[in-house]
């Protein structure tokens, strides 16, 4: 019982790291309440060709969270400074 509660615990500790590894390549840049502003700045950042990934609202939850890539962040961000 113990060696199976053991690796399981391994399993979730090596899981948490290979995640904070692979959030660690993207920066928050937006967090958007309304779908109008998500979608405004999907488009900008679609059109720019900066790859973003979307966080969507989850239970409990009423915004969308929008990651780009480390090395496009200022771009990105100056992007959605001169459209706004």
Known sequence: MYEIIAV??????IYSLYRSHQNGKWKL???CINEEEYMLILDI????????????PTAGQSHYDIYV??????????LLQTVS
């Open 8 to 13: 399981l615990s391994l399993l979730f500790v």
């Open 45 to 56: 950042l679609t059109t720019a060709d900066i790859p973003h990934k979307i966080q969507p």
């Open 69 to 78: 890539k480390i090395e496009d962040e200022v771009r990105a961000i100056y």
């Open 29 to 31: 840049i937006s967090s």
